[in-house]
């Protein structure tokens, strides 16, 4: 264990997801992995004011060996605390069912983000919705997985 593993994470303040990250992270993603029927991932970023580490479950796609996240925030004209996270510090950590990793995050490109956006609305169709709530273009992030050691 690395003094990084021994530094405290703190969970989502909001109950439910604190509730789905606890039981995701006690049974290796077999509670939790799938929620209401949709992928999800948890995802630790490092605060960019606070600098602490900030875990989230969050719905995924995959694509071409790549992570896809919807920066939504449920269709807030705001970003969520985590994409402005990863936009200040793009090292997070990741966990999928039982894999855990390091990756770095970048926002699509605006000229792929159409293609990735469809997909992910794809995976999860209220995305669609989120998007016509907001005036803001909800960006669409990419994981590229660091360690390329095997599960």
């Not at 990793?101 to 992910?120: I, N, V, Y």
């Amino acid at each position: 264990m690395t003094a990084h593993d021994r530094e405290p994470v703190v969970d989502s303040p909001t109950g439910w997801v604190a509730d789905h990250i606890r039981g995701y992270v006690e049974t290796d993603g077999e509670e939790g992995h799938l929620f209401m029927g949709f992928p999800t991932l948890l995802l630790t970023t490092r605060g960019h004011r606070s600098g602490k580490r900030r875990r989230t479950a969050l719905i995924y796609g995959e694509d071409s060996g790549r992570l896809l996240l919807v920066a939504s925030n449920g269709g807030s004209d705001t970003h969520p605390a985590w994409y402005l996270n990863l936009r200040e510090h793009p090292e997070v950590e990741v966990q999928v069912r039982a894999d855990r990793f390091t990756a770095t995050a970048r926002t699509a490109s605006p000229e792929k983000r159409p293609r990735l956006w469809d997909h992910l609305v794809g995976v999860f169709p209220q995305y669609a919705e989120y998007q016509q709530r907001t005036d803001r273009t909800i960006p669409v992030v990419v994981l590229e997985r660091t360690d390329r050691a095997a599960p």
